[in-house]
């Protein structure tokens, strides 16, 4: 018994004041985690399980060779300077939309239910404007399927 009583004095020696015993803070993690798990059963319970809505499409499938031959087109070549054709024959910039109104109305008197197609051929270099001015006499004439063609490097 002497070393206890040896090293309870050296103790004494040293401290300045009343001897404090120095406790560590301890934090109980088990109710922490019984309220968690309570919260998270009560949560498993509650929720309700929605089924998505979901939508039914069918979509169209596609057949090139008969659908082509019905629908009748309209080519409009701009050229490089940004001079117009329309089917082959060169056309003036003023004189667009008013041709193009023209085809319109003698495709409206047959009996195709698709309407015109109106294909725009561009040079790579021809002016944006030029393009823009196709576009803008094809909504004019009430023209509403167009398709702009491009062409694979070789």
Known sequence: ????????SQRTRFSLGSISNSVEPEINLI?????????????????TFTRYQ????????????????????IHIAVS???????????TDRMQLANALTQ?????SNGDSPNGMLVNIDADARAPHQAVMTALEAAR???????????QTKR
């Open 54 to 73: 979901e939508l039914a499409i069918t979509l169209p499938t596609a057949s090139g060779s008969d659908n082509q031959a019905e629908v009748k087109q």
């Open 103 to 107: 085809l319109n109305q003698n495709h």
């Open 31 to 47: 109710p922490f985690i019984d309220v968690l798990l309570v919260v998270l059963i009560f949560l498993m319970i509650s929720t």
């Open 80 to 90: 490089r300077d940004g001079r117009f054709a329309i089917n082959g024959k060169i």
């Open 1 to 8: 018994m002497s070393w206890l009583d040896s090293r309870s």
């Open 140 to 150: 004019d004439a009430n023209l509403a399927n167009i398709v702009f063609s491009s």
